[in-house]
Nanobody, 122 residues
Framework: VQLQASGGGLVQAGGSLRLSCAAS????????MGWFRQAPGKEREFVSA????????MYADSVKGRFTISRDNAKNTVYLQMNNLKPEDTAVYYCVSSPSLLTRSSNLYDYWGQGTQVTVSS
C-alpha cells in the first residue's frame, strides 16, 4: 500500500489549503482513511478520519467546523479541506489507512504516507 500526500504549503492565518492523499495497493473503498499531524516538539495527534463509503466522519475538537474530510473512491483519493487556518495548525500532516476500524487511535492505522508540511503564519 502506498499513500502519497500533497497540497501542503505556507499560508497566512485565516487562509485555506486542501490536502490530497492518493492511495494504491488496497481496495480503497473498503478501508477507512484519515489524517494525523505532528508539530515540532509535540506528539502526533489525530485530525480527522472517514469511513470507506464516506458517510461516517470523525474530527478532532480542535479542527471541528474548520476542516472537512472527504473521499473520492473512484479516484482512490482522500481530501482534507482546511479553512480558517491558525498558526497552531502548523505541522506535518500524514495520510493514514486503517485495515478495518474508523478510529482516532494512531496505533490502529497500518499504513502511513510520507507527510506534507503545512505552515500557517500569523
Amino acid at each position: 500500500v502506498q499513500l502519497q500526500a500533497s497540497g501542503g504549503g505556507l499560508v497566512q492565518a485565516g487562509g485555506s489549503l486542501r490536502l490530497s492523499c492518493a492511495a494504491s495497493g488496497r481496495t480503497f473503498s473498503s478501508y477507512p482513511m484519515g489524517w494525523f499531524r505532528q508539530a515540532p516538539g509535540k506528539e502526533r495527534e489525530f485530525v480527522s478520519a472517514v469511513g470507506g463509503s464516506g458517510s461516517r466522519k470523525m474530527y478532532a475538537d480542535s479542527v471541528k467546523g474548520r476542516f472537512t474530510i472527504s473521499r473520492d473512491n473512484a479516484k482512490n483519493t482522500v481530501y482534507l479541506q482546511m479553512n480558517n487556518l491558525k498558526p497552531e495548525d502548523t505541522a506535518v500532516y500524514y495520510c493514514v489507512s486503517s485495515p478495518s476500524l474508523l478510529t482516532r487511535s494512531s496505533n490502529l492505522y497500518d499504513y502511513w504516507g510520507q507527510g506534507t508540511q503545512v505552515t500557517v503564519s500569523s
